[in-house]
């Protein structure tokens, strides 16, 4: 098993912004993919 972890660093003013873009955006697109195995935990 492969396990990655996304760490992302933001400021303050910024963390919303930034948390709606990995989950609006970076994930749909990497599931988008399609590919085998991949799995999420959000």
């Known amino acids: 098993m492969i ?3 996304w760490r992302g660093w933001a400021t303050l003013e910024n ?3 930034y948390e709606r873009v ?4 970076v994930i749909p697109g990497i599931e988008a993919r399609r590919i085998p195995a991949f799995i999420t935990s959000t």
Do not use: I, K, L, Q
């Not at 990995?22 to 955006?25: K, N, S």
């Open 3 to 5: 396990c990655r972890v």
């Open 15 to 17: 963390a919303e912004a």
């Open 22 to 25: 990995v989950r609006e955006d």
